[in-house]
């Protein structure tokens, strides 16, 4: 009695009972007979952000826009990892006042840290073509052997910041530069 039972709970496995919708149908399917979903549709859409005063914070809101594309460059092809300065040019708008800071080993030597100053100055001053009064020192001993200098000047692109960058790294004794 047992073994029937559990051959008719089975067989009541494998069958599918009929739709609804097939009203000239006495046949009960089975798996195997089943059609296969259809496709899902796949459509295109623009997505924009208008929060409305809502409380999304501004890290999200550059999270989302960026996925967009928002930020992208005009020129594909200046859309690389070599390029510098494309995540700047699209969240900064120039002309803005710019810091750089470079650390530099003077071993405790005046001379040496006066020379240190003087080329980081030089440096900036060629890429920015600014005079010296436009611009914001700040010198700072970092111990015996090092010495801090940020600089603060107006900078008109994201390619002038990085070629000062490069000249600041190339400035002897320079072992630092943020």
Do not use: C
Not at 60 to 89: C, H, R, S, W
Not at 92 to 98: A, K, Q
Not at 110 to 127: G, I, S
Not at 143 to 171: D, R
């Amino acid at each position: 009695i047992h073994q029937a039972a559990a051959k008719d709970d089975n067989d009541k496995k494998h069958v599918k009972p009929r739709n609804d919708n097939d009203v000239n149908s006495n046949k009960d399917y089975t798996p195997e007979e089943e059609e296969s979903p259809p496709p899902p549709m796949i459509t295109t859409s623009t997505v924009r952000i208008d929060d409305g005063g809502s409380d999304l914070t501004e890290r999200f809101k550059y999270k989302v826009n960026a996925l967009m594309g928002a930020f992208d460059p005009a020129d594909p092809t200046q859309d690389t990892e070599n390029e510098n300065g494309n995540i700047l040019n699209a969240l900064v708008r120039f002309p803005i006042l710019y810091t750089f800071t470079v650390v530099g080993k003077t071993l405790g030597d005046a001379d040496l840290q006066n020379q240190f100053v003087a080329d980081v100055k030089r440096v900036v001053l060629k890429e920015t073509r600014e005079s010296e009064e436009n611009m914001t020192l700040l010198i700072t001993p970092r111990g015996t052997k090092f010495t801090k200098v940020a600089l603060s000047v107006e900078v008109q692109s994201a390619q002038v910041i990085a070629a000062i960058y490069q000249g600041l790294e190339a400035t002897p004794g320079s072992v630092m530069q943020f």
